[in-house]
């Protein structure tokens, strides 16, 4: 009877521990992910900000659909509400910047790019990240397009300026 016992005891036990072994398998791999995601992220948003800071006219139709397929998609593979909101913001500047094509935008495009990149090498240095420069989307559309007024780039770089 107690050797009965002992192997129930002994399957159980080494049942929990296959479990447990599992989760943090489970775990290493989403991490591994996550941190993959967050490389491509970073070099992407590098490259569209090297791309806006080095042209006159960076094309920013094709920055916004590389934003949103290479940064933006990759953010939402890490598990940061943060992380996203930043990258939402950024395709939200490049928006602006198809938009209001007479504006001065490359400055506000750039800093997207750059809290993007900010928070990632934090993050996979594991230090907590700098605040975000930019304003989420809600904030630069109430900047941008004030009512009964022309729509501007102009109070947006003055907020960037100021926080800079």
């Not at 094309?59 to 934003?67: F, K, M, R, S, V």
């Not at 938009?99 to 993007?116: C, I, K, M, N, Y």
């Not at 090498?121 to 809600?138: D, F, T, V």
């Amino acid at each position: 009877m107690g050797a009965v016992v002992g192997a129930l005891i002994g399957h159980y036990t080494a049942r929990a521990r296959g479990r447990e072994e599992h989760e943090r398998t489970l775990e290493l791999l989403l991490v591994q992910d996550e941190r993959r995601a967050a490389q491509a992220a970073l070099g992407a948003a590098r490259r569209i900000r090297n791309a806006v800071n080095s042209q006159t006219d960076p094309g920013y139709g094709g920055l916004h659909n590389d934003w949103q397929d290479s940064v933006l998609a990759a953010a939402r593979l890490i598990r940061s509400d943060e992380l996203l909101g930043r990258a939402q913001a950024g395709l939200y500047a490049i928006f602006l910047a198809i938009s209001l094509p007479q504006e001065h935008t490359s400055f506000v495009v750039a800093q997207g790019a750059r809290d993007v990149e900010a928070w990632i090498e934090a993050w996979l240095r594991g230090e907590e990240p700098s605040p975000a420069m930019l304003p989420r989307m809600q904030e630069m559309s109430e900047l941008v397009y004030t009512a009964g007024e022309v729509p501007s780039m102009d109070r947006l770089n003055d907020l960037l300026a100021r926080r800079g």
